[in-house]
């Protein structure tokens, strides 16, 4: 079974450090990974996905995040994080070798939170 | 490009009442997704059509929801009746095609209270 684990509730940084936010995963073979934002009263954005190669993805608004295989893990990145950036972030898995197509497996979230 | 739509953004209802919720995909999408949102959590998925055809329902609660997308575009969400914990926000998304390393793409999502 597929699944995804946001270990971490609520992030505090203050505007202009680089902020991470946390993601780990579960698949039985290799994994399409994904990172979306919430705001307010809002759908789900994407920012960006992991689907092969480079294990450093680069998405919308500045976010990064790393692949790391040995650690099952797709962090979420930012050098500098800004007060904007303030929202609900998830991660969400798709293994590729699911030919049934299951739909996206979200984690639960986690607030990032900028101060200025 | 016109995004996924999502109608009514906001329904306050008492329970036992029935409520429906409408959704329109992206122009070409054949897949469309109903999640759930509840409050601190993240979407959990309720069912996915491919074109008109549902093709994974099995976490819709049979007794009181039920799905319909005629014609393999708009789709509609139903619960009847509604209880006090179906209170939440229900998304809907929509893909072209279904697995791969294609992503969702999401309505705003229509919030339900239920007194």
């Known amino acids: 079974a597929q699944s995804v684990a946001q270990p971490e509730d609520q992030v505090n940084v203050a505007e202009g450090n680089p902020l991470t936010v946390k993601c780990t995963y579960s698949?039985?073979?290799?994994?399409?990974l994904f990172w979306y934002v919430q705001y307010p009263n809002r759908g789900l954005q994407f920012l960006l996905k992991?689907?092969?190669?480079?294990?450093l993805v680069k998405g919308s608004y500045g976010f990064e995040a790393e692949f790391n295989k040995s650690q099952t893990s797709f962090h979420l990145k930012k050098p500098s994080a800004l007060v904007s950036d303030s929202a609900l972030y998830f991660c969400a898995v798709r293994d590729k070798l699911d030919q049934a197509g299951t739909a996206l497996i979200f984690g639960k979230g986690t607030t990032l939170s900028v101060s200025s | 490009e016109a995004g996924v739509v999502q109608s009514p953004r906001y329904k306050i209802i008492e329970k036992k009442q029935p409520v429906a919720f409408w959704c329109n995909p992206i122009s070409g999408h054949n897949t469309l997704y109903w999640y759930l949102q509840n409050l601190g959590q993240g979407p959990e998925l309720l069912i996915r059509?491919?074109?008109?055809?549902?093709?994974?329902d099995s976490q819709l609660p049979k007794d009181r929801f039920s799905a319909e997308r005629l014609k393999g575009v708009d789709s509609t969400l139903k619960i009847q009746p509604a209880e006090l914990g179906d209170s939440a926000v229900y998304l809907c998304a929509s893909s072209i095609g279904t697995g791969g390393p294609g992503e969702l793409f999401f309505g705003e999502g229509s919030r339900l209270t239920v007194l």
């Open positions: 698949v039985s073979g290799n994994p399409y």
């Open positions: 059509y491919e074109n008109e055809e549902a093709v994974d």
């Open positions: 992991y689907i092969t190669g480079d294990n």
